[in-house]
């Protein structure tokens, strides 16, 4: 009987690279300091073994990484291989085309999904599987509405792209993203067009986001859209916030109900959005794991799709602190 050096795991990375991540032989051979045809012999053994059919069985390839994300943060995680040398923009295609496969096997007739729109969340939705349902609606997390963008437009597209996806119907939250005056906010809420819209969005089967952040190649639409002034981002960074979750603003430790911004944000309460039984967080960029943390921290996110390097720093950047006590933000 031949034998071979490589485990399952090792094959099933290659094969995830492969198959789902489009990557040529060749660059996987580079990657791994390997020969093509040795590539070649480790996609024919996937095969023999069967963990190759017609697509991979297996989500990740990356079992250690996933196991240990699980036991840290007490989430699901599913670890997408990347080469090292990817740029984050295919680093982010490639986590964006496992987290879409993924909500397409949530997504299931009568499900409720909640989108936030963002960089991320919209390559999410350039990848979804198409699936035929009945009675899905798609709802949309936190308001998109500015003044110097065209954000609207693109939220639109976003929503479009899901509900083509699964035959479902979208319901658009029509409010700012930030309000001037949270007074302004609470009289909104009040109002039964936007009330049934939040009460949805309390009513999610899932939800899938990506962390925000004002650093890396790939900035938020939140803070490279001009939704928020320097004044806006000189006090978040003293106020300790790291990056938001659906436009509500997270610190480090995972605190957030005392954060002023919070009371004038469109986004979900995070102790209310704790309570949706899936929590998928997709994540593609080192420059997103303060803001991962935080998230964790705060306990909205219950699945993670992120990339193996940044999978890896995110181990490396330790456990998230306890909880906080946090006070819900009156709506």
Not at 12 to 36: F, K, P, Q
Not at 145 to 152: D, G, L, Q
Not at 230 to 236: F, G, N, P, R, V
Not at 295 to 322: F, K, Y
Request: hydrophobic share 40%; with cysteine.
């Amino acid at each position: 009987m031949e034998s071979h050096p490589w485990s399952d795991d090792e094959l099933r990375r290659v094969a995830t690279l492969y198959y789902y991540g489009d990557e040529t032989m060749e660059t996987i051979a580079a990657g791994a300091g390997v020969s093509r045809s040795t590539v070649s012999r480790q996609l024919n053994l996937a095969r023999r073994r069967g963990i190759v059919r017609i697509d991979i069985r297996s989500g990740d390839g990356t079992g250690g990484l996933s196991a240990e994300l699980a036991k840290r943060f007490g989430i699901e995680a599913h670890v997408v291989p990347v080469r090292e040398t990817a740029t984050d923009s295919h680093r982010l295609t490639q986590v964006a085309r496992s987290a879409g496969r993924l909500l397409s096997d949530w997504f299931d007739d009568d499900t409720v999904m909640g989108v936030a729109w963002g960089t991320t969340v919209s390559s999410v939705m350039e990848h979804l599987v198409p699936k035929r349902t009945r009675g899905g609606t798609v709802v949309q997390l936190n308001g998109a509405v500015h003044a110097a963008s065209a954000e609207v437009r693109y939220v639109s597209d976003l929503l479009g792209r899901a509900c083509d996806a699964f035959d479902a119907r979208p319901v658009f939250f029509p409010v700012p993203a930030f309000f001037d005056d949270p007074a302004t906010k609470a009289a909104l809420w009040r109002e039964r067009s936007i009330a049934s819209v939040v009460d949805l969005q309390q009513r999610c089967d899932f939800v899938v986001f990506g962390v925000g952040s004002w650093w890396g190649q790939l900035t938020s639409q939140v803070y490279a859209g001009g939704y928020l002034d320097a004044e806006d981002i000189t006090a978040l960074k003293h106020a300790g916030v790291v990056g938001d979750v659906c436009t509500t603003f997270v610190r480090g430790d995972g605190s957030w109900a005392d954060l002023r911004i919070n009371e004038r944000t469109s986004g979900p309460d995070l102790g209310r959005l704790a309570l949706v039984p899936r929590r998928l967080c997709v994540v593609a960029s080192s420059s997103r794991i303060p803001g991962t943390l935080g998230a964790l921290g705060a306990g909205a996110i219950s699945h993670l799709v992120i990339d193996e390097q940044t999978a890896t720093e995110l181990l490396r950047a330790g456990a998230p602190r306890a909880r906080p006590r946090q006070r819900r933000v009156r709506r």
